[in-house]
């Protein structure tokens, strides 16, 4: 028996279906990161795991424990909300020690406790403050700590680093997934943020509209997203995604025809009226010159507009009236605006979605993460 | 330039007869009691304490001013309980025309408090034994205040953030330690605005206890001060002034300390 385990589980605000039967498990000591766009459901399924919102339908265990009806102070489950939630009328002290304090736990092993997470979190000289008198990072770190001072059978996280701005957040991120592997608790993180997703969990649960879209490593969802919606919510900037038509051996973009026999050697579904969307990763486009070696299709194009970020430059193109972004690797020099350029997909990087549906249809093969 | 100044001038005249006619009836209640020849005017004379001599002396006096003790903690100790409790579900829990019924409350409320509702209380109250009982005046009074109450403990309770009470909650805290460790220690300023209120409005109340009581052992120093007459059949403004001194200073003083412990202001929403 999993960790914890959701089955079937439904929830509705009124006339709308916010959880649509999901079921899903997580066993002990995962990281999961529940990834989704706002409004997809992953707070109200987090809180439904607390104990905050009661499922209409289904089943929830933690630990061994039918926990459906359970109220949230039974469940040892500990929260690091999204605003912190630190009481304002208690010092940083006493908010740190409020798990412990409502166990009655003598005062004194309050006190070491209190103390050797303070030492932890480097909020020690923070204790006698007011949540108010201290900046937005440091009560992130109050926050985990008053979650960190249980031993609980869960971490909930709901999106702890969205109140940061972008430096702080980078380095809480690393200091988090510092921390949480430590103490290796079984950890569920939600948030909207891919990057977060990506760079946190063991384990990766993409949700819209309620529904689990996908669920496996980073690896997988990166590199085998199941359909349209998790190749562009996954990646930054998300995979380009064309109209296309296509046969057995070829495949259509405008006027153009690429050879893509290898990406459509192992279909799952037999190709229907021809109609697909053709997916390819930024960073699995190169430029196409006259000396490159032949290693995939190749499509022209026109330069629409390149934007130099340092290290990466990502040149959007126009092909056949529909936008291609490519990253390029050094310099950006000769790629002007207007200009002609001829772009190659790397072959078994080619992914092929079902028009219709949205569903990923060819097999990708091979296992490298990252070779450019 | 002269138009200006003329017209300014008026003005001052003008908010001058109407701040005299604010002012001058607290001049006359800090002046009078110490007055020697006490009357309607505002005149000092000679000072002296003899005034309050004649209060102390009374044994009526002194008494009603424990009825009224009893009457304003009853009325806000009943408010506030009732209040807090509604205002907290008003708040937190949004059921089928949960904003139509507070909108009825507080219509009704102001009937209910009203002279208009005097004959059916009376009633009410003689149907359930409730005449000339505390309890009776303390139900009335409260029923009339709890609406208003609910009312401004509910949007100061709304301007709290729902997470702490959350946070609390997986914290492993129970619905009852939730509440008093964390939700009364944030909400205790509008809790103690409404209580100071409503005392201050039973303890000013004449028009519920001297209907709904009937002896005189039972009044309230509101309804007293009614029955102030000398053996002439005037009434005693020597007396009068010096009780209605005494009478507003419990007033006073609560508005004081309480602004000075919390100032008066409605605020609750306290950023996490």
Known sequence: MAWIELENITKNFGKVSVIKNLSLQIEKGEFVSILGPSGCGKTTLLRLIAGLEVADKGKINIAGTDVTFSPPNVRKIAMVFQNYALYPHMTVFKNISYPLFIKKIPADEIKQRVNTIADNLKISPLLDRYPQQISGGQQQRVAVARAMIQTPNVFLLDEPLSNLDAMMRIEARGFLKYLLD??????????????????????????????????????????????????SFVGNPPMNLLQATINSTQVKIGDQYLDIKESITNLRKPLQNGKVYLGIRPEHI?????????DGP???????????LGFETIITVIVSDQQIKVIKFGGSKNLKPGEKIKLQFKKNKIYIFEFETGYRINEIQGDDYDDH | MNKIRVSSAINYIFLSVVAAFFIAPVIWLFVTPFSNSPSLSISLGTPTLENFGSVFQDPAAIYSFGNSVIIAVGVTLATVICASLAAYIFSRYHFHGSNFLIFIL??????????????????????????????????????????????????????????????ALVDGSSYSQMLFHIFLPLSKKGIIVIATLSFISAWGNFLIPFILLSSQRTYPASVTIYNFYTEMGLPNIGLISAYALLYTLPVIIGYLVVNKIFGFSFYGGIKG
């Open chain 1, 298 to 308: 190749i499509v022209e194009g026109e330069i629409f507009v390149s934007e130099p």
């Open chain 1, 286 to 294: 190169s430029i196409y010159h006259e000396d490159s070696k032949n």
């Open chain 2, 106 to 167: 507080i219509l009704f409320s102001n009937i209910v408090s009203g002279t208009a509702a005097m004959v059916p209380l009376y009633m009410l109250n003689i149907s359930l034994g409730l005449i000339n009982s505390y309890l009776g005046v303390i139900l009335t009074i409260a029923g009339g205040g709890i609406p208003t109450s609910i009312f401004i403990l509910k949007s100061f309770f709304d301007s709290i953030p729902k997470s702490y009470e959350e946070a």
């Open chain 1, 182 to 231: 430590k103490i290796g608790t079984t950890t569920i993180y939600v948030t909207h943020d891919q990057s977060e997703a990506m760079a946190l969990a063991n384990r990766i649960v993409v949700m819209q509209n309620g529904i689990i879209q996908q669920v496996g490593s980073p690896k997988d969802i990166y590199d085998k997203p199941s359909n349209i919606f998790v190749a």
